[in-house]
């Protein structure tokens, strides 16, 4: 069973930018799709990003688009959402997932392993 643990979280002014990091911790981290979601308060949680196995494919949310960047490095079993530009809208906790199927993948219910959140908090 693989983990997964989520780091970078912060409080950030508005503008501002964070690197969440999400280490895997398991067999099969270069075969896995790897994906961020977050859950704001209040909020169902929702897709930010997701990257193919070898990161050649990276999908977003169009509210994220051209502000976060999803990466992976398969020797490190690390993925990493670099968020710029935040703003306070993007408050929320941060969670890492991944799943062993291939392709576009959005759903939460398609991942069956979490990890436990980051809290990133973006101030105005």
């Known amino acids: 069973q693989a983990r997964l643990a989520e780091s970078g979280g912060g409080l950030v002014q508005a503008g501002g930018s964070l690197r969440l990091s999400c280490a895997y911790t398991?067999?099969?981290?270069?075969?896995?799709?790897m994906g961020w979601f977050r859950h704001a308060a209040g909020e169902e949680r929702e897709f930010v990003a997701s990257?193919?196995?070898?990161?050649?494919?990276?999908y977003y949310a169009d509210s994220v688009k051209g502000r976060f960047t999803i990466s992976r490095d398969n020797a490190k079993d690390t993925v990493y959402l670099q968020m710029n530009s935040l703003k306070p809208e993007d408050t929320a906790v941060y969670y890492c997932?991944?799943?062993?199927?291939?392709?576009?993948?959005?759903?939460?219910?398609?991942?069956?392993?979490w990890g436990r959140g980051t809290q990133v908090t973006v101030s105005s």
């Open positions: 398991g067999r099969y981290f270069s075969t896995s799709t």
């Open positions: 997932a991944s799943t062993a199927l291939g392709g576009f993948r959005s759903s939460a219910k398609e991942y069956p392993t």
């Open positions: 990257s193919s196995w070898t990161g050649s494919n990276t």
